[in-house]
């Protein structure tokens, strides 16, 4: 399995514009979550999902952020209009439906640049 | 508020020592607590899980202790090596609220030869 893939790994763009980030969960697995990492707030949960529905969102800054997950095997994170305070690595992960541990795999996350 | 602590100072420790990284929590009562790991430019990795009725757990060289009457989970790794060297985070779950892990803002380790 090649693991949560995420893309693009690095995006560059101004602010004001509309960033779209896209991940591919494990096969298999029905919870997906996405995070933003930064140096000041660490790694925050923005949103998840139990079976492509949305669970919280309450992690989720301002409208200006939306998520969706159209099926099980692909979600997407779009921020418009992007914001210089925005910057930050975002990862999705996704946890399979039963198992000892719970845990949660990570993709490679995508370093997001807003100028 | 909840709050989870984690030492942000990095810790320093010579090679083949054992390694001892705390968490504290406040206003949490975890079902169970998760240790992650995470190398510069990666996603965090899982390492270990311990139930809230458990003590210790271990893994190799790793033990973790689940202290609920303190609300601190301690991260030991023994004979450590320069591969150990990362940021490790830990992360209680809430079976109450928002049913999620809370990352703390993780502990990086360095492990000199």
């Known amino acids: 399995d090649a693991g949560v893939i995420q893309s693009p790994r690095?995006?560059?763009?101004?602010?004001?514009?509309?960033?779209?980030?896209?991940?591919?969960?494990?096969?298999?697995?029905?919870s997906l979550f996405w995070y933003r990492q930064t140096m000041m707030r660490g790694l925050?949960?923005?949103?998840?999902?139990?079976?492509?529905?949305?669970?919280?969102?309450?992690?989720?800054?301002?409208?200006?952020?939306?998520?969706?997950?159209?099926?099980?095997?692909f979600s997407t994170l779009k921020i418009q209009p992007s914001e210089p305070r925005d910057s930050a690595v975002y990862f999705c992960a996704s946890k399979g439906i039963a198992g000892p541990y719970n845990e949660q795999f990570f993709g490679p996350g995508t370093r997001?640049?807003?100028l | 508020s909840q709050k989870i602590e984690q030492n942000s100072e990095a810790?320093?420790?010579?090679e083949g020592k054992t390694a001892t990284l705390t968490c504290n929590y406040t206003n949490y009562s975890p079902a169970y607590l998760q240790w992650y790991r995470q190398d510069p430019g990666r996603?965090?990795?899982?390492?270990?899980?311990?139930?809230?009725?458990?003590?210790?757990?271990?893994?190799?060289?790793?033990?973790?202790?689940?202290?609920?009457?303190?609300?601190?989970?301690?991260f030991h790794i023994t004979a450590s090596q320069p591969a150990d060297s990362a940021t490790y985070l830990c992360a209680p779950f809430m079976d109450t609220g928002r049913r999620a892990l809370t990352f703390g803002s993780g502990t990086r380790l360095q492990v000199q030869p």
């Open chain 2, 43 to 74: 996603g965090p990795v899982f390492l270990l899980l311990i139930r809230e009725n458990e003590k210790e757990k271990r893994k190799e060289r790793l033990k973790v202790t689940f202290d609920t009457t303190l609300k601190q989970s301690l």
């Open chain 1, 44 to 73: 925050e949960l923005l949103i998840y999902f139990n079976n492509n529905v949305p669970i919280d969102d309450s992690g989720m800054p301002e409208d200006r952020f939306s998520a969706k997950m159209p099926n099980a095997s």
């Open chain 2, 11 to 14: 810790l320093n420790i010579q």
């Open chain 1, 112 to 114: 997001l640049t807003v």
């Open chain 1, 10 to 30: 690095h995006e560059v763009t101004e602010m004001g514009q509309e960033v779209t980030l896209r991940c591919k969960p494990i096969s298999g697995h029905n």
